[in-house]
């Protein structure tokens, strides 16, 4: 248990909406399913993130926001507190169209895909498939070859590291590919306000058959974390390259490039932060030698 935990777990031990996990087995809390122990702070309640923001803040303590984990790579022993949200939605709100959509952002995608194929959702059809809490893909820009979360954001409710609450409006200038520009590290979204764009009964086949071109093209019932590097262009892209040197299936302890998908790289069960890091450095350096590109890491690290 690192000491800045021992601090927050001493001022908010008697805090309901905070639930305190120190020490704990992260395993489950990345979709890569590394080894990694830490400790971990669940928070239900909009008012105690703004008090547990405010509180680090003034103790000079830095922690880690996590969403499902299907964009971040935990360490072995991650040394910062980890903020995680659990914030409740009325069960009934998603069985009704809604003028604009206040979510939490804890909420999983998954759920608001249900409801855009139940209704037919325009635009929602963007973030199909994409493992991902709300807040997660907003932070990210998450999206896929129909587009990307950050059209549908009207306004994004969140914490500056000083606990202030902050409500802002935004449009799709406010993101680029696969990030946010207006929050600052340490910054919590806790709510996003999603719009309604209309409906269309088509929209529902579309995502289904988008459901269904996932399943088939990407290692999806496997550990991964997604996409391991960002794409430099449309027309260059890292799986693409690593298809053409036949690195499918090429494997380094615990972790494997995937048949299905170069740029996934599979977990079989038991490896490290630090193995899959050297697994993915190596990659790295080797698309440089053969293409003389420098790809990004996707992932969170
Ligand atoms: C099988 C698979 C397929 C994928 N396919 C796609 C795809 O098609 N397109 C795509 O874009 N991505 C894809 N990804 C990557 C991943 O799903 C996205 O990046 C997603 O947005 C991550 O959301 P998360 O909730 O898991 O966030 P995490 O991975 O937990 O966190 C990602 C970042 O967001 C920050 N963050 C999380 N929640 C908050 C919050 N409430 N406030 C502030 N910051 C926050 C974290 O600190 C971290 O920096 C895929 C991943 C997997 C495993």
Redesign the pocket.
Known sequence: MGKSADLIKEYFSTNQDIEIKLNFNLKKY??MRLKSQGDLFIVKKSDSLGKLTKFCFENKIQY?????????LLKEKVELPIIK?DFELDENYLDELQKSYSLP?SINLAKLSSHAIKFGMIGWEVFT?????L???V??N???NLGEIGELVESVK?FTREGKKIEKKVTFKDFKY?KNLF?HPG????EVVLKNNGQKKEISEKIKKYLAIRNES?P?SKF????TFKNSSEICRAGHYLDIMGMQGFSSKNFKISHQHAN?IVHFGNGTYSEVIGFMDFIQKELKLQYGVEFEFEV?H
């Open positions: 990345s979709t880690l926001v996590l969403g499902m984990g299907a964009n971040q949200l952002a498939g994409i493992p991902a809490t807040g997660g893909a932070f990210m998450a999206g896929t969140y696969r929050l910054e919590i979204i806790y990407q999806l991964t974390c997604g996409c996934f969170e």
